[in-house]
T-cell receptor, first 114, second 110 residues
């Protein structure tokens, strides 16, 4: 069965500093990987996705993620965090069936300090 | 383009009451799914459907029923609500491995 681990429950970053959120997955075949962001009381917004090809994926809002098969990781990065990035971030893996049954990690809450 | 629409946005139920959470999509996607979100648990799959007339269970199906009579609609039914079903519920439709989520329904069972 597929699984996703987000080791950090909370992360606090100073505004303007760089950010890396960790995600490790377990899946037997080539994974379909996603990062979603959720602001308080809101739905989930897709930041970026990896299906195949270039292992460095660019997303919206200046985010990027790198797929590392050898480490079973798909870490999310941003070079300079803005206060508006404060939210909860979810990593997810899809089963590749074409229908995207997703398995989510438990989320990382990002706090941005002035 | 409305995407995925969930109603209601908020609901309070008493233990034992029944209700239906509505989900509609206008993207003509075959695949739809329901997740529940609990603090510290991420999102967990309740039920999913790969097309009209076809549904299957996900990770946490107990206490929930679904049916899919049309491509557009995928309602989630709670037949006898329990406090353990207090959660935020998200409906999603998917196309080519990408899921599109509704805004969620926050359900409280007292």
């Amino acid at each position: 069965a597929q699984s996703v681990t987000q080791p950090d429950i909370h992360i606090t970053v100073s505004e303007g500093a760089s950010l890396e959120l960790r995600c490790n997955y377990s899946y037997g075949a080539t994974p379909y990987l996603f990062w979603y962001v959720q602001s308080p009381g809101q739905g989930l917004q897709l930041l970026l996705k990896y299906f195949s090809g270039d292992t460095l994926v660019q997303g919206i809002k200046g985010f990027e993620a790198e797929f590392k098969r050898s480490q079973s990781s798909f870490n999310l990065r941003k070079p300079s965090v803005h206060w508006s990035d404060a939210a909860e971030y979810f990593c997810a893996v899809g089963d590749g069936s074409g229908y995207s049954t997703l398995t989510f990690g438990k989320g990382t809450m990002l706090l941005v300090s002035p | 383009n409305a995407g995925v629409t969930q109603t209601p946005k908020f609901q309070v139920l008493k233990t034992g009451q029944s209700m239906t959470l509505q989900c509609a999509q206008d993207m003509n996607h075959e695949y739809m799914s329901w997740y529940r979100q609990d603090p510290g648990m991420g999102l967990r799959l309740i039920h999913y459907s790969v097309g009209a007339g076809i549904t299957d269970q996900g990770e946490v199906p107990n206490g929930y029923n679904v049916s899919r009579s049309t491509t557009e609609d995928f309602p989630l039914r709670l037949l006898s609500a329990a406090p353990s079903q207090t959660s935020v519920y998200f409906c999603a439709s998917s196309y080519r491995n990408e899921a599109f989520f509704g805004q969620g329904t926050r359900l409280t069972v007292v």
